[in-house]
Nanobody, 121 residues
């Protein structure tokens, strides 16, 4: 069972930045980031394959950048120019079935516990 641990959430004002990190207990080829706002479904934000193949949701394009440290099984999500609509619980996910599009929850088998991101106006 792959274990994922996120860190880096917090509270910022609009226009600020945060970087989320996710450490996996073992190598998994595909890793993604999702978020869930209160009362809304979990939505994909970004995903990355073991090769530098990345995909972003339209809302994240140009502001978020998914990256990796292969040797440490760690993925990062620097988030810049945050807006209040980015508020939610962010989840790291890992799996072997991602199809290279905007990530969907059903493509990922393993999930972290989530970290809260709050952006105030």
């Amino acid at each position: 069972q792959v274990q994922l641990e996120e860190s880096g959430g917090g509270s910022v004002q609009a226009g600020g930045s945060l970087t989320l990190s996710c450490v996996a207990s073992e190598y998994v080829p595909y890793m993604g980031w999702f978020r869930q706002a209160p009362g809304k479904e979990r939505e994909g934000v970004a995903a990355m394959a073991h090769s530098p193949n990345t995909k972003y949701a339209d809302s994240a394009e140009g502001r978020f950048t998914i990256s990796r440290d292969i040797g440490k099984n760690t993925r990062f999500l620097p988030m810049n120019n945050l807006i209040p609509e980015d508020t939610g619980v962010y989840y790291c996910a890992a799996g072997r079935m991602w199809t290279s599009g905007i990530p969907t929850p059903r493509e990922f088998d393993y999930w972290g516990q989530g970290t809260q991101v709050t952006v105030s106006s």
